[in-house]
């Protein structure tokens, strides 16, 4: 493989000559210039990213941190990145974590690597993350963003939902569709996200006059392998509800999948409501009714921040994003008297 040595031999210039013709700075004569390209042609001479990092000061690459490459949360998310990225005329660097278990420290591990092969920028999702890991952070690399996480004191590096209110939605909405009976398949007790929307799931329903405690429900990791076993757990017993929230649209479609497996009609006997608004869940059977959080234009606005802080890109940043609900066919209404919510059909 040629190196920029061979080049600079070839065309009969000074290293430092050549190196600043192919890099495009500073003074080189318009023959000199005719010579270094012409080598670079007949070298097949392609610079190395290190030599480019050296020429520019930055590599135009970011790096992006996702706890996992599974199931049909993640990949939307690294395409929006991908593509938006490219339109700009550059690049990431991916790098993941192994389970949800151990989200916390593969983030911190992932930024240290993603930093060493000299990303000019951060993107970390990272729900477990504790403050003083978002300080770490950021001292590591003061140009990152946090994806799914809020952290005072560090707020404008944080792209967060609001997951409370999201799930407040969702109660509110079975509610007015008649359901006072509900149960719920959460995500891991571990997971803030997780926690939030369910603290306004039942937050809402308590304040609707519904005994909480009474709630049937079950924890699960997001994955459709715990929305069928938690279909399993809670119809044990006998069912004693008209509706299940599930914490997440994959949750959602396993359990979707059992019940039908079991011979319980969705909606007629049961209606399911999932969360995320995933592109998978319109094709469930029937389709999914789920609360749509605007993950992509969240990634796609904590993204131009980014940019604009590593570039000055100077691209129109908006925060306030709220979720709504997806109105399909996988829920009932119960009451000819339910009130409308905010929703849209699909």
């Known amino acids: 493989m040629a190196t920029i040595k061979d080049v600079a031999k070839r065309a009969g210039v000074g ?9 495009g700075n500073g003074p080189v004569s318009a023959k000199a210039m005719a010579r270094v390209l012409k080598a670079v042609e007949e070298l ?5 990213h290190a030599a480019r990092v050296l020429q520019k000061g930055q590599s135009q690459t970011i790096g992006v941190f996702v706890p996992l490459i599974q199931g049909s949360f993640y990949t939307p998310i690294l395409h929006t990145i991908y593509t938006a990225l490219r339109a700009t005329g550059r690049h990431m660097v991916v790098d993941f974590g192994q389970t949800l278990e151990t989200e916390r420290q593969d983030a911190l591990n992932g930024a240290e690597f993603l930093t060493d092969r000299g990303c000019d920028g951060l993107i970390v999702m990272g729900t477990r993350l504790k403050p ?4 770490k952070l950021i001292q590591l690399q003061p140009k990152t963003v946090v994806l799914n996480r809020s952290v005072p004191g560090y707020m404008d590096h944080c792209f967060n939902p609001d997951h409370r209110a999201a799930g407040a939605l969702a109660a509110e909405t079975l509610y007015e569709a008649g359901h006072r009976a509900v149960a719920a398949i959460e995500g891991p007790e571990t997971s803030p996200d997780n926690v939030a929307r369910m603290k306004g799931f039942y937050d809402t329903l308590a304040a609707r006059g519904i005994d909480v405690e009474a709630i049937p429900r079950v924890n699960g990791d997001f994955s459709p392998a715990a929305g069928a076993a938690g279909v399993h757990t809670l119809l044990e017993h006998g069912r004693e509800f008209t509706a299940l929230f599930c914490a997440n649209d994959e949750s959602a479609m396993g359990a979707l999948a059992t019940l039908q497996q079991m011979g319980v009609s969705v909606p007629g006997d049961l209606s399911v409501m999932g ?23 969240i990634v796609r606005n904590a993204l131009g921040h980014l940019l604009n802080l590593c570039y000055d890109d100077k691209q129109t940043v908006v925060r306030d994003l709220p979720a709504e609900v997806i109105w399909r066919g996988s829920v009932a209404r119960l009451s000819a008297k339910a009130s409308r919510s905010p929703r849209r059909s699909a």
């Open 275 to 297: 969360y995320d608004g995933i592109d998978l869940a319109a094709f469930a059977v029937p389709p999914l009714t789920t609360v749509m959080v605007p993950w992509l234009e």
């Open 132 to 135: 003083k890991d978002v300080e």
């Open 44 to 48: 097949n001479f392609r610079p190395s």
């Open 15 to 23: 290293l430092g000559t050549a190196s600043r013709a192919i890099a």
